[in-house]
């Protein structure tokens, strides 16, 4: 006859099946199997379920450090192109542009002297002109 001895955990008293209350003793395997593989079953869900909860909590704050890392990096970089492109003039349409109005701005010089050479002449040659009729008038007084 077979008899199966489970050892208890709270005191070192042998048991048998008959002593649980089970008529076989593969009932009583089976109980105890059963009763360990749920208690292991819920311990070890509880603990996946707390493993598996730090892990998401720290993968999203690794993300939300990433992400911001990576949008600090953008607008330093932004910012530092701006003071680039402001200061030494180092982008060629920034450059093309400044030269643009540099050229533009001689040009209105240019122009600006240009007509005021052109009046100081058209000046003279009034005057010029007046004083050729006022000599004419004058020869002509005279002649009379």
Not at 32 to 46: D, L, T, V
Not at 104 to 113: A, C, D, G, H, T
Not at 122 to 135: F, S
């Amino acid at each position: 006859m077979c008899l199966l001895v489970m050892s208890s955990s709270f005191s070192g008293i042998p048991l048998t099946h008959t002593s649980l209350g089970f008529t076989s003793p593969l009932q009583a395997f089976e109980f105890r199997s059963k009763a360990e593989y749920s208690m292991i079953w819920y311990f070890m869900e509880n603990q996946w379920r707390w493993k598996i909860g730090c892990l998401c909590l720290l993968a999203g704050l690794i993300f939300c450090i990433i992400i911001m890392v990576v949008i600090i990096k953008f607008l330093n970089c932004r910012h530092r192109n701006q003071v680039l492109i402001l200061e030494s003039g180092h982008r060629r349409r920034i450059a093309s542009e400044t030269d643009r109005v540099d050229r533009l701005e001689r040009i209105v010089r240019r122009l600006q002297e240009e007509k005021k050479e052109w009046e100081d002449k058209k000046k003279k040659e009034e005057k010029e002109k007046e004083e050729v009729d006022k000599r004419k008038k004058e020869e002509n007084l005279i002649s009379l």
